[in-house]
């Protein structure tokens, strides 16, 4: 069996399975495009991702991942069904109960949230392009009218409440950006459009603090051109940090 979907709550999940396992599983928290359904997922219906993952099954790992209720935008609701499907992977397949995570995007709101939440567990987070402030997105999208208003929706429905309480309170549980930090991470950052190089100037200023308090967080800069290299870097990382069981 390659694959298997099957749903949980409301939500469908997707886990796909190796030829030669390595005992280590991959949650892969998606961007706001990600989708699984009862057939298939974003993951392999997109040829870039299909292809990651590909490379991620052909070096052992066990990938796994939800729906997480669509363009979630790190709900508190999301982050719950990740913890669940995480229990439930661990419990039901035969892999090492420290996972890594990689998460791309709006992903990287749900995957902060898991590593304060559930730290110990997490072996190590690989960030794409993540969004690491919603304060910090809305401001930057502020910018492009059409967009702000589309994400204001949005937020609307995944914090179930309406647009106050959403600025006023949602928004700014999220502002706390991994200040504490007990897992390796990495952020690997591609510099594919003008918001791209917007957030890599936020990025550029936390990496200092990073710095300075001695985090274990490292940052790399990726063209688009070299994209075909992603995958390679995130199972180097990932590798790395499986020395201790």
Same mark, same amino acid.
């Given at each position: ?19 030669? &396992? ?22 392999? !219906? ?82 794409? +392009? ?53 897992? &390796? ?25 990073? !710095? ?16 075909? +290299? ?16």
């Amino acid at each position: 069996m390659e694959s298997r979907n099957f749903q949980m709550d409301t939500e469908w999940n997707m886990i796909h399975y190796p030829d030669k &396992p390595s005992g280590f599983g991959i949650l892969i928290i998606g961007d706001d495009r990600h989708f699984v359904d009862e057939k298939s997922s974003f993951w392999t !219906q997109n040829e870039g991702k299909a292809a990651l993952l590909a490379q991620l099954k052909q070096s052992g790992y066990t990938v796994f991942y939800s729906n997480l209720y669509g363009k979630n935008w790190g709900s508190r609701q999301a982050v719950e069904m990740a913890r669940s499907l995480y229990t439930h992977v661990v419990r039901n397949e035969i892999i090492n109960e420290k996972i890594h995570i990689v998460a791309e995007g709006m992903g990287a709101l749900v995957a902060q949230k898991l590593m304060d939440d559930m730290g110990h567990l997490i072996r190590s987070s690989t960030l794409i +392009n993540p969004i690491l402030s919603l304060q910090s997105h809305l401001d930057q999208e502020k910018e492009h009218k059409f967009f702000y208003k589309k994400l204001m929706k949005e937020l609307e429905s995944s914090y179930q409440a309406n647009r106050s309480h959403v600025l006023n309170e949602a928004i700014f549980q999220q502002e706390e950006v991994m200040t504490e930090v007990n897992m &390796p991470v990495k952020i690997i950052h591609i510099l594919s459009s003008g918001r791209a190089y917007k957030q890599s100037k936020m990025l550029k200023e936390m990496s200092v603090k990073w !710095q300075d308090e001695e985090m274990p967080i490292s940052i790399s800069y990726m063209l688009p051109e070299k994209k075909r +290299n992603l995958a390679k870097q995130i199972i180097h990382f990932i590798k790395n940090n499986e020395q201790e069981l």
